[in-house]
């Protein structure tokens, strides 16, 4: 499959009108078996639990035409750039910077369309519902039947409440046509609630980032990480973002739609989320382009606006209102999820007081929060690093000098309080570090897959900071328990196929030793 290749003869459908340029419009496409003889509404693109507490959980639906998706044999468009003062649409090339004043072009095959390009999944009208019920009763609880948006992808979100702390809860998602009483779609799935603050409680998680389209590594489509954490057995997942990769084709809002239909209707995407809850944080590639901010000019992304990003991420997860948020499991630990993108001033302006990624109102929040909280063990998990080291000449994170005096703030803070550690995403790469004039502990989970490891010099390249840096794909586990009464505190970084890497048991006498 090479999407760069043009299929002649081609239909040129233009992401953002090029002035001066009159592009023709193809109104022909031939439909798919698969979508012109579906029953339907479906569920093709899955459920997704998320927002887990111990006494709720949002389960997030999309409704769809066709019972399968758009497969591997058809056709990606092609994506091409105008240039200013050059007359022939190029290539970007990858690894370089996004040219800001480049304008997109998007080419369709001849006979296609959106709808019918590699991984599509057409949405469709219809009505949804929830059913739940807990292990030790018959009866089967239900929301109302509710229409799914079509200004929102035709999704739908449900907050099941008052629900059982530390309890194992089984769902049944339906769908149906507008008005009918025929359930035409069910999914199954099932999930823990969160033990009451005050129980000590063994509980495991696990968490990633960077899961790109091109570097799948799973045989059936998909990832091998998610069968790994399954099999772990973990009670909740944390995505820390780059989800989906936007750059080089979310030119449109349709365009970045597909890619959340095209990821998520993947057979290990789609068999994890049933059944284990996820917590959803968004970076850069999940909202606009790389290294981006709200103020940011471009025109390298076509018609999707920094906004447009945002408003689809909340339409695409399981979320209530904020992006940043903090979940309670237990006696022995609470976790922060701050959001990275929405708040933050031009990475380039230069350092100083007043510069934030967070803005004062999250800050204040998060610092509130943490001093009220009595977990044994707290973690701050970010979409971008604290400690590092980084990359030479990066701009976009508080590991970096342009975001210094908010960092160095936030890392005295979190080192003042009691056991206290930082879990990031954004880096293609695994490591532990320690900061050197904090202490503070950084684990850094890694990418999804192997081929979308690397960006490190190489795991020679070990500096003063690291206790363990690997350029590998696959996933952090976290164990929390109490091991002969003491609690416990167990970082594990695994490779794709779930081989423990690195492992680093912390108690809070280690912590305090640090």
Request: charged share 25%; hydrophobic share 35%; proline share 6%.
């Given at each position: 499959?090479?999407?760069?290749?043009?299929?002649?003869?081609?239909?040129?459908?233009?992401?953002?009108?090029?002035?001066?340029?009159?592009?023709?419009?193809?109104?022909?496409?031939?439909?798919?078996?698969?979508?012109?003889?579906?029953?339907?509404?479906?569920?093709?693109?899955?459920?997704?639990?998320?927002?887990?507490?111990?006494?709720?959980?949002?389960?997030?639906?999309?409704?769809?035409?066709?019972?399968?998706?758009?497969?591997?044999?058809?056709?990606?468009?092609?994506?091409?750039?105008?240039?200013?003062?050059?007359?022939?649409?190029?290539?970007?090339?990858?690894?370089?910077?996004?040219?800001?004043?480049?304008?997109?072009?998007?080419?369709?095959?001849?006979?296609?369309?959106?709808?019918?390009?590699?991984?599509?999944?057409?949405?469709?009208?219809?009505?949804?519902?929830?059913?739940?019920?807990?292990?030790?009763?018959?009866?089967?609880?239900?929301?109302?039947?509710?229409?799914?948006?079509?200004?929102?992808?035709?999704?739908?979100?449900?907050?099941?409440?008052?629900?059982?702390?530390?309890?194992?809860?089984?769902?049944?998602?339906?769908?149906?046509?507008?008005?009918?009483?025929?359930?035409?779609?069910?999914?199954?799935?099932?999930?823990?609630?969160?033990?009451?603050?005050?129980?000590?409680?063994?509980?495991?998680?696990?968490?990633?980032?960077?899961?790109?389209?091109?570097?799948?590594?799973?045989?059936?489509?998909?990832?091998?990480?998610?069968?790994?954490?399954?099999?772990?057995?973990?009670?909740?997942?944390?995505?820390?973002?780059?989800?989906?990769?936007?750059?080089?084709?979310?030119?449109?809002?349709?365009?970045?739609?597909?890619?959340?239909?095209?990821?998520?209707?993947?057979?290990?995407?789609?068999?994890?989320?049933?059944?284990?809850?996820?917590?959803?944080?968004?970076?850069?590639?999940?909202?606009?382009?790389?290294?981006?901010?709200?103020?940011?000019?471009?025109?390298?992304?076509?018609?999707?606006?920094?906004?447009?990003?945002?408003?689809?991420?909340?339409?695409?997860?399981?979320?209530?209102?904020?992006?940043?948020?903090?979940?309670?499991?237990?006696?022995?630990?609470?976790?922060?999820?701050?959001?990275?993108?929405?708040?933050?001033?031009?990475?380039?302006?230069?350092?100083?007081?007043?510069?934030?990624?967070?803005?004062?109102?999250?800050?204040?929040?998060?610092?509130?929060?943490?001093?009220?909280?009595?977990?044994?063990?707290?973690?701050?998990?970010?979409?971008?690093?604290?400690?590092?080291?980084?990359?030479?000449?990066?701009?976009?994170?508080?590991?970096?000098?342009?975001?210094?005096?908010?960092?160095?703030?936030?890392?005295?803070?979190?080192?003042?309080?009691?056991?206290?550690?930082?879990?990031?995403?954004?880096?293609?790469?695994?490591?532990?570090?320690?900061?050197?004039?904090?202490?503070?502990?950084?684990?850094?989970?890694?990418?999804?897959?192997?081929?979308?490891?690397?960006?490190?010099?190489?795991?020679?390249?070990?500096?003063?900071?690291?206790?363990?840096?690997?350029?590998?794909?696959?996933?952090?586990?976290?164990?929390?328990?109490?091991?002969?009464?003491?609690?416990?505190?167990?970082?594990?970084?695994?490779?794709v196929d779930g081989d423990v890497l690195f492992e680093d048991i912390l108690t809070e006498e280690i912590l305090?030793?640090?």
């Open positions: 499959m090479n999407k760069f290749t043009i299929l002649a003869p081609v239909t040129i459908i233009v992401a953002v009108i090029l002035s001066g340029c009159d592009q023709p419009v193809n109104t022909e496409t031939s439909v798919p078996e698969s979508i012109s003889n579906s029953g339907g509404p479906y569920q093709t693109t899955g459920i997704k639990i998320g927002e887990v507490t111990d006494t709720e959980a949002i389960i997030w639906t999309r409704l769809t035409l066709a019972s399968q998706r758009v497969g591997t044999e058809a056709p990606w468009p092609e994506f091409l750039y105008q240039a200013p003062g050059e007359e022939e649409l190029q290539e970007d090339i990858p690894g370089r910077f996004h040219p800001h004043d480049w304008t997109p072009v998007v080419i369709y095959p001849e006979g296609s369309s959106i709808d019918f390009i590699e991984g599509a999944v057409r949405g469709a009208a219809g009505e949804v519902r929830v059913r739940y019920r807990h292990g030790d009763n018959e009866t089967w609880q239900s929301t109302d039947w509710m229409g799914v948006n079509p200004d929102q992808d035709f999704t739908q979100q449900f907050t099941l409440s008052d629900l059982s702390p530390a309890t194992e809860y089984e769902l049944q998602v339906d769908a149906r046509s507008t008005g009918s009483v025929q359930i035409s779609s069910s999914l199954d799935g099932r999930f823990h609630t969160a033990p009451p603050a005050d129980v000590p409680a063994r509980v495991v998680f696990t968490s990633v980032t960077g899961q790109d389209y091109e570097d799948q590594d799973a045989a059936e489509g998909g990832f091998r990480f998610y069968r790994s954490m399954m099999d772990l057995g973990a009670d909740f997942f944390v995505h820390t973002g780059d989800i989906v990769y936007y750059d080089a084709w979310a030119k449109t809002v349709d365009l970045a739609r597909w890619g959340w239909a095209r990821m998520y209707s993947l057979p290990t995407n789609f068999e994890f989320q049933r059944y284990v809850p996820t917590y959803f944080m968004k970076d850069d590639h999940d909202v606009w382009q790389d290294d981006s901010w709200p103020s940011q000019q471009s025109k390298y992304m076509g018609d999707l606006t920094f906004q447009d990003g945002v408003r689809i991420f909340k339409e695409q997860v399981p979320m209530k209102d904020s992006t940043y948020r903090t979940f309670r499991w237990g006696k022995d630990v609470q976790i922060w999820l701050v959001e990275g993108r929405d708040f933050r001033d031009p990475n380039s302006d230069p350092d100083s007081p007043d510069k934030t990624i967070w803005g004062a109102e999250q800050v204040a929040w998060f610092k509130e929060t943490v001093e009220a909280s009595d977990a044994t063990f707290r973690i701050l998990i970010s979409p971008t690093p604290f400690v590092g080291p980084d990359i030479d000449g990066k701009t976009d994170s508080h590991a970096n000098d342009s975001f210094k005096t908010e960092g160095d703030d936030l890392r005295k803070f979190m080192v003042q309080q009691k056991n206290m550690i930082v879990i990031c995403g954004d880096r293609h790469w695994q490591y532990v570090s320690i900061d050197d004039e904090t202490g503070l502990r950084e684990y850094a989970t890694g990418a999804a897959s192997d081929a979308h490891a690397g960006a490190w010099a190489s795991n020679d390249d070990v500096r003063p900071e690291h206790l363990y840096l690997n350029i590998i794909g696959g996933f952090l586990s976290v164990t929390v328990d109490r091991v002969d009464g003491v609690p416990t505190l167990a970082m594990r970084h695994h490779g305090a030793a640090n």
